[in-house]
């Protein structure tokens, strides 16, 4: 009777081990990201799966985070951690996945750096982290320019550099190559080698993937998992730039995949995990708290943090 009864017990649990294995393997990663150049890290897992992506704009970034209907979020990393700070958000830091996709550009003819000095520049994103960084670079590698506007976004600066000869435009990847198709006399020059002349750093942290602290919890392996597939789908940014370029053109992420081509290897895509991100994180932090809530990310904010 004893010997039934275990049998029985071993059977029931050998089940329900199979039933935890195959609700692992059957859980479906749901993520959203912006559709610009941060969009380009999940590239290639996107085509795979289109229907567990979500394409976000600028203005419905906050609302994803509230929703929390996704297990990861691609987001300006200071959007995230000021989010989170303000108890706004329960996604944690899981990887760096941007690094920086800014330029300065111009039509002038034999434009340099130099002539920013005493001259005006139009940037896009008054009051983001995209605008700080620029004028915390140019000011580091003494450049002033006499006047800052601003436009709305890439796309703006992008047109202003196209209609105006004399224009001095902060612009970024894709707009400067999809600007550049247009006209062949443009000349520009990284924000990213401005900044590592600043801080000896290979550009700074502009958006990450960010982890629901529920599915973290809940799925720890599916987390893990999925963390190593991003990892290899931005290592491809470099090594596979024609099968990023395919998958974010038919994902509508690029233009086209000639733009992408082009485009890819200036979006300075790699993956960090956010632990051996954060000295480099808390570097942008400094360089303008108010756009992180006032403050460094505390130890919370990083997942993996002990």
């Given at each position: 009777?004893?010997?039934?009864?275990?049998?029985?017990?071993?059977?029931?649990?050998?089940?329900?081990?199979?039933?935890?294995?195959?609700?692992?393997?059957?859980?479906?990663?749901?993520?959203?990201?912006?559709?610009?150049?941060?969009?380009?890290?999940?590239?290639?897992?996107?085509?795979?799966?289109?229907?567990?992506?979500?394409?976000?704009?600028?203005?419905?970034?906050?609302?994803?985070?509230?929703?929390?209907?996704?297990?990861?979020?691609?987001?300006?990393?200071?959007?995230?951690?000021?989010?989170?700070?303000?108890?706004?958000?329960?996604?944690?830091?899981?990887?760096?996945?941007?690094?920086?996709?800014?330029?300065?550009?111009?039509?002038?003819?034999?434009?340099?750096?130099?002539?920013?000095?005493?001259?005006?520049i139009t940037m896009f994103g008054e009051k983001t982290i995209n605008s700080s960084i620029t004028k915390f670079v140019l000011a580091e590698n003494g450049?002033?320019?006499?006047?800052?506007?601003?436009?709305?976004?890439?796309?703006?600066?992008?047109?202003?550099?196209?209609?105006?000869?004399?224009?001095?435009?902060?612009?970024?990847?894709?707009?400067?190559?999809?600007?550049?198709?247009?006209?062949?006399?443009?000349?520009?020059?990284?924000?990213?080698?401005?900044?590592?002349?600043?801080?000896?750093?290979?550009?700074?942290t502009q958006a990450g993937l960010f982890v629901k602290t529920e599915t973290a919890q809940n799925h720890p392996e599916v987390v893990e998992n999925y963390?190593?597939?991003?990892?290899?789908?931005?290592?491809?940014?470099v090594s596979d730039v024609a099968a990023v370029a395919e998958a974010a053109a038919a994902m509508e992420i690029l233009p086209n995949k000639k733009v992408?081509?082009?485009?890819?290897?200036?979006?300075?895509?790699?993956?960090?995990?956010?632990?051996?991100?954060?000295?480099?994180?808390?570097?942008?932090?400094?360089?303008?708290?108010?756009?992180?809530?006032?403050?460094?990310?505390?130890?919370?904010?990083?997942?993996?943090?002990?």
């Amino acid at each position: 009777m004893m010997k039934r009864l275990y049998s029985l017990l071993l059977a029931i649990l050998m089940l329900l081990s199979l039933f935890a294995v195959a609700g692992a393997d059957e859980y479906v990663v749901k993520v959203s990201s912006p559709s610009g150049a941060p969009g380009l890290a999940l590239a290639t897992l996107a085509v795979q799966a289109p229907e567990n992506y979500t394409y976000l704009t600028a203005e419905t970034i906050t609302a994803e985070f509230a929703n929390e209907t996704a297990d990861f979020i691609i987001a300006p990393l200071n959007a995230g951690a000021k989010l989170y700070k303000a108890g706004k958000s329960s996604y944690k830091l899981a990887a760096v996945v941007a690094w920086g996709n800014l330029f300065i550009a111009s039509q002038r003819e034999n434009f340099t750096l130099e002539d920013i000095n005493g001259a005006e520049i139009t940037m896009f994103g008054e009051k983001t982290i995209n605008s700080s960084i620029t004028k915390f670079v140019l000011a580091e590698n003494g450049i002033i320019p006499a006047n800052v506007e601003y436009l709305a976004g890439a796309s703006n600066t992008q047109k202003l550099l196209l209609s105006d000869a004399e224009a001095i435009v902060l612009t970024a990847e894709p707009a400067l190559t999809a600007a550049r198709t247009k006209n062949d006399k443009i000349t520009s020059y990284s924000v990213n080698e401005l900044y590592k002349s600043a801080t000896g750093y290979d550009g700074f942290t502009q958006a990450g993937l960010f982890v629901k602290t529920e599915t973290a919890q809940n799925h720890p392996e599916v987390v893990e998992n999925y963390l190593k597939l991003v990892e290899e789908s931005c290592d491809k940014c470099v090594s596979d730039v024609a099968a990023v370029a395919e998958a974010a053109a038919a994902m509508e992420i690029l233009p086209n995949k000639k733009v992408g081509m082009n485009a890819i290897p200036n979006c300075t895509i790699r993956y960090m995990s956010a632990l051996d991100a954060r000295e480099q994180v808390e570097i942008t932090a400094n360089i303008d708290l108010e756009q992180f809530g006032g403050a460094v990310p505390a130890d919370d904010f990083y997942y993996g943090a002990k």
